[in-house]
């Protein structure tokens, strides 16, 4: 039971270059969603997938690409990192997205952006 | 503009005592207010949910209190253990919205010592 997964773990890249952020999930949720995580802010909602092919910006969408290809899969792009943008990404996926539905959530991804 | 505010920022405990986390809310109109625990280096795992008709709810160790007539819930943890060491992050939904937009808490964060 892999359920949801996030790589690379870890990622350290340089100021301008392109980064993509996978998440894959076993269960055929509806709905995914991508967080960054930074000390002093807690999670901010970056984006986010009801179903393939449909995404909605969140909170912090500047500077960040999605796609949603399949069901299973919600890469992140950052078309040209900055420093800013070093955090931990979290992917998360629910079933049907509605507001009492359990969100659950990938291990994580540390980007650090020199 | 709604907010959701946690304290303490942090607390330290010793194994076996109780504790109790704080997180009061200015979401309009409320939905429901989930708990998350988030171990280091791991992502949320959601501890209990509860709607506005609901005023208790427990997870085992784990009792989660809601008043939303002031707009306040509490996370209760008995006789503490070390794997409660974690930090607690609380979400509330606006009625009517989508998992688009909730609202997260900066969290509290728990070390439980022997």
């Known amino acids: 039971d892999a359920g949801i997964t996030q790589s690379p773990r870890y990622k350290i890249t340089e100021t301008g270059r392109q980064v993509t952020l996978m998440c894959h999930q076993t269960w055929s949720h509806s709905y995914m969603f991508w967080y960054r995580q930074d000390l002093g802010h807690g999670l901010r909602l970056i984006y986010y997938s009801a179903a393939a092919d449909i995404t909605d910006k969140g909170e912090v969408p500047d500077g960040y690409v999605v796609s949603r290809s399949k069901t299973e899969n919600f890469p992140l792009t950052l078309e040209s990192a900055t420093r800013s943008q070093t955090s931990v990404y979290f992917c998360?996926?629910?079933?049907?997205?509605?507001?009492?539905?359990?969100?659950?959530f990938g291990p994580g991804t540390r980007l650090t952006v020199l | 503009k709604n907010q959701v505010e946690q304290s303490p920022q942090s607390l330290i405990i010793l194994e076996g005592k109780n504790c109790t986390l704080q997180c009061n809310y200015t979401v309009s109109p409320f939905s429901n207010l989930r708990w998350y625990k988030q171990d280091t280096g791991r992502g949320p795992v959601s501890l209990t949910i509860?709607?506005?008709?609901?005023n208790t709810k427990s997870n085992g160790r784990y009792t989660a209190t809601l008043d939303a007539d002031t707009k306040q819930s509490s996370l209760h943890i008995t006789a503490s253990q070390l794997s409660d060491s974690a930090s607690y992050i609380c979400v509330v939904s606006a009625y009517g919205g989508s998992q688009g937009n909730l609202i997260f808490g900066k969290g509290t964060k728990l070390s439980v010592k022997p």
């Open positions: 998360a996926s629910s079933e049907f997205g509605t507001s009492v539905d359990t969100q659950y």
């Open positions: 509860m709607t506005f008709s609901e």
